[in-house]
């Protein structure tokens, strides 16, 4: 086997399987000759989801016999140097050392069959919109344990994140020299759940649990090249097998739910895309999550979060009417939360009303401040909001201030409180 294999020896049949427990279907149903060098994998978790006519329910000790088997198959199905990666809850992860990651004797002894070794544990971290816990914080995160055979190669510095500090001089230096940033850290944010929006989520029928492709082609870039045979022995939806084929690597899986047969896919899903270009990009960096979506970095834009308060403020003008009453409701929040709501911040117990209206005032007096005589009028004009052209520039500024106090929910009307108005 190499990285060159072709794909026209790969076949839904020989290399895509459903009703059959993996543990038998690797020592069998594996193509002669073929060895695979990444076992990608997110076994059933035990916590009664449903996987169809398959239970998900076990006893925890039958549970772990049934992973050790699934995995010490896959041990003697794999190349000599292979990986497998096992995607699961961290407490379950913890549940099962001791019997599936690295299984010991009843007495407490390693066993002496060969198995795989224990390489890393990665976080994966994701958004999460669950109703939140009475008594826990709320889940947003699993385990991915990385596992391997032998010696495989894995080329960790292939895929990165965006430097932090692009201004530093020897980061600068890097970057002129081709480099795109450091490499990954142990945990990986920003990679969302497969949800019932995500345009690879199957729904159709509906599966629980479907793994995020962006997940998956992550680690096959990592751990192998063009042609490589990636496997999963739990494969549900066959993401794991897609996300190989889209990625010019061969794919193979197996599930004990025969319901899962129409999840199979076809040679069409195979794209060349890699295999033609692997050569060219194996010894550069890339990113693998479009930077762009990363959470705006305000060390590395070199502001803080005064300045960029003031540049949202100053650029109101240029939104869409409903953007513009969003932000300002936005912004307000923020400095609600900033001046309120931080337990490590609280504010001397004085009279709350007073202090929340001078608080604003002179927030929001600031702001304003910023913001040219022009752009004013034009905001005043977006929400048809009446006023004399010749009017002064704190007149203006006032009108606004009035207008904001509108759109802003839960304030008293604090202008009138004062003896004048905060322009003046």
């Known amino acids: 086997m190499g990285d060159r294999t072709p794909i026209s020896e790969w076949s839904t049949d020989e290399f895509c399987h459903s009703g059959i427990d993996s543990s038998v279907a690797m020592k069998s149903l594996i193509p002669d000759g073929y060895k695979p ?8 978790y035990n916590l009664g989801f449903d996987y169809g006519s398959v239970s998900d329910s076990l006893e925890i000790e039958e549970y772990h ?17 292979a990986h497998l990666f096992i995607i ?6 913890g549940r099962m050392w001791d019997t599936v990651i690295e299984p010991k004797n009843k007495n407490g002894s390693p066993r002496k069959k060969k198995f795989w070794t224990f390489r890393q544990w990665i976080t994966w971290c994701y958004p999460n919109n669950w109703p939140p816990s009475k008594t826990k914080f709320t889940r947003a995160s699993r385990a991915i344990i990385w596992m391997t055979k032998g ?23 890097l970057m002129s ?3 795109k940033g450091p490499a990954l850290y142990d945990w990986w944010p920003q990679i969302d759940l497969c949800k019932n929006v995500s345009t690879d989520k199957v729904t159709d029928p509906p599966y629980s649990n479907q793994m995020p492709e962006v997940l998956l082609r992550r680690i096959i870039h990592i751990t192998t090249k063009p042609g490589d045979v990636v496997a999963d022995p739990f494969a549900g939806t066959f993401s794991t097998v897609k996300a190989a084929l889209h990625t010019s690597r061969l794919g193979w899986g197996c599930d004990m739910n025969p319901d899962t047969k129409i999840y199979h896919p076809t040679i069409e899903e195979y794209k060349p895309y890699y295999l033609d270009i692997f050569d060219k990009i194996q010894d550069e960096q890339w990113f693998d999550i479009d930077p762009k979506t990363e959470p705006f970095n305000f060390e590395r834009a070199g502001i803080d979060a005064e300045n960029m308060i003031r540049a949202l403020w100053a650029g109101l003008v240029e939104l869409p009417r409903k953007q513009q009453t969003n932000l ?19 504010p001397s117990f004085k009279n709350e ?8 005032l002179d927030l929001f007096k600031q702001l304003i401040e910023l913001i040219p005589r022009d752009s004013i009028k034009r905001v005043l004009e977006a929400h048809n909001i009446e006023f004399k052209k010749n009017w002064s ?7 606004l201030f009035r207008f904001i106090e509108e759109i802003v929910p839960n304030r008293k009307n604090t202008v009138t409180e004062q003896e004048s108005t905060p322009f003046e």
């Open 65 to 81: 016999k049934m992973l050790l088997r699934v995995f010490d198959a896959a041990y003697d199905a794999a190349d000599d140097n």
């Open 37 to 44: 060098k990444l076992f990608l994998t997110d076994p059933p």
């Open 328 to 346: 300002a409701l936005e912004l307000e929040r923020l400095e609600d939360y900033s001046n309120s709501w931080n337990i490590n911040e609280q």
């Open 393 to 399: 520039d704190s007149k203006l500024k006032e009108e």
């Open 151 to 173: 010696k495989p190669e894995a080329n960790v510095k292939q895929i990165v994140q965006p430097y932090r500090n692009p201004w530093d001089r020897r980061v600068k230096g």
């Open 88 to 93: 699961n809850y961290p407490e379950i992860v």
């Open 353 to 360: 009303d007073e202090d929340g209206v001078s608080m604003n």
């Open 177 to 179: 020299e081709g480099k």
